[in-house]
């Protein structure tokens, strides 16, 4: 492992450390970070503090902070695989797909399976459409990516249907899930998210080497050993399992997965897939973000894929302006 390596991925992880520390303390009721830490240290707290703390916040910053790292890190898996800056779940559908399987089993349409387990399919199924539309070209360039616009649209204009189509309380109950919040978020999804996390990440890791040498071209790549359709297919596995369990978390929060890793690479070797500064980056922008939602009109919330959108869609334009769409990664 590199030096620089080392050092980024330490740095951003006492931003995430930073962050945290302030989504904790921040609030309508604001607790001093001194305080913070001493409760998390030695368990003094007063009873206030002690609910707001660990019953309000503390599960609101985890869910932050691993669905940031969920999204950041399955795009960029996204974003080498497909050799394109703009590949990421949002972008190609399959957050939506993931929100429209979500909403489905919370309005009581179709299948009634939790929310995490059909999140999970509509990821899985919104990728194999676009991979399968995208032809012979798999997740490499533009055919899979407009294919992922074009499922995403309507994954969107279902779940818009779904919601049209049932009682105002069932509508309410899934409202959050299309926008993105991580307010009162399920405990069992969180917990699952964590697991899956740690998993995707090592397995990401795993194949990191072969994904710096996948950023070539494919000619190269196979002679260096490597069977790129094999990566790819394992790669967006990964990023599918990824998605669907961010989703099932805090619902489709747009441009994480695309400025997290853009983060990552502006401070990483421009030779190596920053994967673990990218999951890091990620839970940096979450937790900001989430923080934002929370201040900017409190006491009213603006949920975090708003804020995400808000700051995400300048920085879209900024690619899109300054790329030629044949640069890839």
Do not use: K
Request: charged share 10%.
């Amino acid at each position: 492992m590199q030096r620089r390596t080392v050092l980024v991925n330490t740095a951003l992880a006492l931003g995430v450390a930073v962050a945290a520390l302030a989504a904790l303390s921040l609030g309508t009721i604001p607790l001093h970070p001194v305080g913070v830490l001493r409760a998390f240290t030695t368990g003094e707290a007063s009873q206030q503090m002690a609910l707001i703390l660990f019953e309000l916040r503390l599960p609101r910053v985890m869910a932050g902070a691993l669905t940031g790292a969920a999204f950041a890190l399955a795009g960029c898996l996204m974003q080498t695989l497909a050799r394109n800056r703009l590949a990421t779940p949002g972008i190609i559908g399959i957050d939506n797909a993931a929100t429209a399987f979500a909403v489905a089993s919370i309005t009581g349409v179709g299948i009634g399976l939790a929310p995490p387990a059909m999140a999970l399919v509509g990821a899985a199924t919104a990728a194999a459409l676009a991979f399968a539309l995208a032809g012979r070209t798999g997740t490499r360039g533009y055919p899979f990516i407009m294919a992922g616009v074009g499922i995403g649209a309507i994954a969107g204009a279902i779940t818009q249907l779904m919601l049209t189509r049932v009682a105002i309380d069932a509508a309410n109950a899934a409202y959050p899930w299309t926008v993105g919040s991580l307010n009162s978020r399920e405990a069992m999804a969180t917990h699952l998210l964590a697991g899956g996390l740690a998993l995707c990440w090592l397995a990401a890791l795993g194949i990191g080497r072969h994904l710096n040498v996948l950023r070539l071209s494919e000619t190269v790549a196979t002679g260096l050993g490597t069977h790129p359709g094999r990566l790819r297919l394992a790669g967006l596995g990964i990023a599918i399992l990824l998605t669907g369990l961010a989703v099932a978390v805090a619902g489709p929060v747009g441009f994480v997965a695309l400025l997290g890793p853009e983060m990552a690479r502006s401070v990483s070797h421009p030779a190596r897939v920053p994967l673990t500064a990218s999951a890091l980056a990620g839970a940096i922008l979450m937790l900001l973000a989430d923080l934002a939602g929370r201040m900017i009109l409190a006491p009213l919330e603006v949920p975090v894929g708003i804020v995400t959108a808000i700051a995400g869609s300048p920085w879209l334009l900024w690619i899109l302006l300054r790329q030629t769409p044949g640069r890839a990664l």
